[in-house]
């Protein structure tokens, strides 16, 4: 028979990075260039098939990145079993952001929450400010997954969330 299983993700970063561009292209496979910050939270769900059997439905809180908002982020991340964390690869103190969230992460989330952190907007590599190189090292030394996006153009986004998927305990 088929099986579906439920997880808790939750996706952190700084404000403008592309949190709710990347969930709302994997939820509804939409773009928007004008896209209005997040006020608290949003809730969205997706499933996603990780084999003929089996698929994962995600319970996505997308949160605020914008400062003001910073102390809710432990009501979304505390009964998380994943995380993404998402910084702008055009943007260096993005990425020095998304690397303390995933310290606080490792602190204070459930021990065995799986993180992926994300360089999104690879769509603007004229700008790059922070290699993947980079990162892939910085998230192989600290057990995450990597992966660069554009919710742009869709690149790597499914791939993401299908990476996560196979990684959770399905069983
Ligand atoms: P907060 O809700 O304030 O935390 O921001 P956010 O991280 O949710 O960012 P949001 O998705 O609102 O995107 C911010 C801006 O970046 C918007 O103008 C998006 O259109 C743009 N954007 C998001 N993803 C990409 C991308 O992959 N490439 C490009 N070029 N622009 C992007
Ligand atoms: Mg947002």
């Known amino acids: 028979g088929n099986r579906v299983f439920n997880f808790k993700l939750v996706l952190l970063g700084e404000s403008a990075v592309g949190k709710s561009?990347?969930?709302v292209r994997f939820a509804k496979d939409q773009f928007d260039e004008y896209r209005e910050s997040t006020i608290g939270a949003?809730?969205?769900t997706q499933v996603v098939?990780?084999?003929d059997t089996t698929s994962v439905k995600f319970?996505?809180?997308d949160t605020a990145g914008q400062e003001?908002?910073?102390s809710l982020a432990p009501m979304y991340y505390r009964n998380a079993q994943c995380a993404v964390i998402v910084y702008d690869i055009t943007k260096a103190e993005t990425f020095e952001r998304a690397k303390s969230w995933v310290k606080e992460l490792q602190r204070q989330a459930d021990p065995d929450i799986v993180i992926a952190l994300v360089g999104n907007k690879?769509?603007?590599e004229t700008n790059r400010a922070v290699t993947a190189e980079e990162c892939q090292a910085y998230a192989d030394e600290g057990g995450l997954l990597f992966k660069e996006t554009?919710?742009?153009t869709g690149a790597n986004v499914l791939e993401l969330f299908q990476t996560i998927a196979k990684k959770m305990p399905l069983d």
């Open 68 to 70: 003001r908002y910073k």
């Open 122 to 124: 690879n769509d603007l």
């Open 42 to 44: 949003a809730f969205f």
């Open 21 to 23: 561009s990347l969930v």
């Open 49 to 51: 098939p990780v084999d």
């Open 150 to 152: 554009s919710a742009k």
């Open 59 to 61: 319970e996505i809180w």
